[in-house]
């Protein structure tokens, strides 16, 4: 069965810290790997896409990475600010055709403190 | 930046009743898909729908679901006779034939 798990499922971090979100998956077969930033209430809003080749791309503060052969990918935040208290979720398309269904991690909540 | 709009923002609806939950894509985008979230648990999909019909359903897309592309511009999903389980933030998302989802704000359904 796909799946996306996701650690920590919770992290409270200082303003101005830096901090990293991980992701592993058994999704196949794999098509490309997704993080998303959702606001509490709000839809999901994608930060970063990553394909099988990929092995790092960054976002502005935001550096995602995959390594494709131990199917884990990471989220580095670098100089947390108030407004990236949010839920970050990992997202892999397992679809091999033009569907491209998604699977959702359960998220990590972020929580970043003054 | 183009986006997908969703109506209403929050949907209260007796047991039983048929609610219908509106989406317009993005103009240019030809897959259209629709997600739930129930509070506290991850998004799941539901269906995905390209070319006016359906492409993939989920488990949870059972009978009571349907969804239409009724003009060129709203994709929406119907609930025909509500659960209480059905209370859950629904997102709409568009894709075009390369490159990321665009989803929505979602609709908030409260089934009482």
């Known amino acids: 069965k796909n799946q996306v798990e996701q650690s920590p499922q919770s992290l409270i971090i200082l303003e101005g810290k830096n901090c990293t979100l991980q992701?592993?998956?058994?999704?196949?077969?794999?098509?490309?790997l997704r993080w998303y930033k959702q606001d509490t209430g709000r839809g999901p809003v994608s930060l970063t896409i990553?394909?099988?080749?990929?092995n790092t791309k960054s976002n502005g503060r935001y550096t995602a990475t995959l390594d494709a052969d131990t199917k884990q990918s990471s989220l580095h935040i670098t100089a947390s600010q108030l407004s990236d208290s949010a839920s970050y979720i990992c997202?892999?398309?397992?679809?091999?055709?033009?569907?491209?269904?998604?699977?959702f991690g359960k998220g990590t909540l972020l929580t970043v403190n003054p | 930046e183009p986006e997908v709009t969703q109506t209403p923002s929050h949907q209260v609806t007796q047991m039983g009743q048929e609610v219908i939950l509106r989406c317009v894509p993005i103009?240019?985008?030809?897959?259209f898909y629709w997600y739930r979230q129930i509070l506290g648990q991850k998004v799941e999909f539901l269906v995905s729908?390209?070319?006016?019909?359906?492409?993939?359903k989920s488990e949870i897309f059972d009978d009571q679901f349907s969804v239409e592309r009724p003009d060129g511009s709203n994709f929406t999903l119907k609930i025909r006779s509500t659960k209480l389980e059905d209370s859950a933030m629904y997102f709409c998302?568009?894709?075009?034939?390369?490159?990321?989802?665009?989803f929505g704000s979602g609709t908030r359904l409260t089934v009482v």
């Open positions: 729908f390209y070319n006016n019909e359906i492409s993939e």
């Open positions: 990553m394909t099988f080749s990929e």
């Open positions: 998302a568009s894709r075009a034939d390369v490159g990321g989802y665009t």
């Open positions: 997202v892999v398309s397992g679809s091999g055709g033009s569907n491209y269904k998604l699977t």
């Open positions: 103009s240019n985008h030809l897959y």
């Open positions: 992701c592993n998956y058994t999704v196949s077969p794999f098509s490309n």
